[in-house]
């Protein structure tokens, strides 16, 4: 078993980048997208798009990743479509399984549409109601605490270390005794 950080839709997929250029050792990474532009702007290796998969196909694609998780954390923002959506059916597979992925997940900002707030709602009661654990982080609270004294890049460089530091805890390397 490995720890695996699944990012969904743009935001998991920039925590994805970020988290891959830190010391997280025994981890591996997956990207999963709607839109298949952004696979030519990522690693090709780790990440995928599923829209042209049929459900059944997605369904079996998804518990090929999650199998050999532990544990299963998956990354994404709430306010769009395809990270709360991802992360809802990354659940359901490792569900199947008996595996209970961790969700960490940003809220929308404050200027963000109440569409969007109210999107975001929707998908964390769906993931409750699955049994997942779920560790939100309030892009709008962190961003106007951090945007006066830090500005935008900052305020979003605060928000990916917050990921990193909720992951971090979760990751137990394996160490072995040597006689």
Sequence with gaps: MIAKVIGCGGCGSNIVDYLSAQDLKQTEFCVIHANPQKIQEADPNIT?????????????????IVCDASPCIIVCGLGGKSGGEFAREIVQAANTLGLKPHIIATTPFAFESEAKMHTAQVYINQLKQ??????????????????????????FGAIHEAFYKIIREQINPITFQFP
């Design 48 to 64: 995928f798009v599923l829209n042209s998969l049929e459900e059944k196909q997605r369904k079996i694609f998804l518990k090929g």
């Design 130 to 155: 699955l049994g997942c654990k779920i560790t939100l982080i309030s892009n709008a609270e962190m961003t106007q605490d951090l945007y006066a004294s830090l500005g935008l890049i900052g305020a």
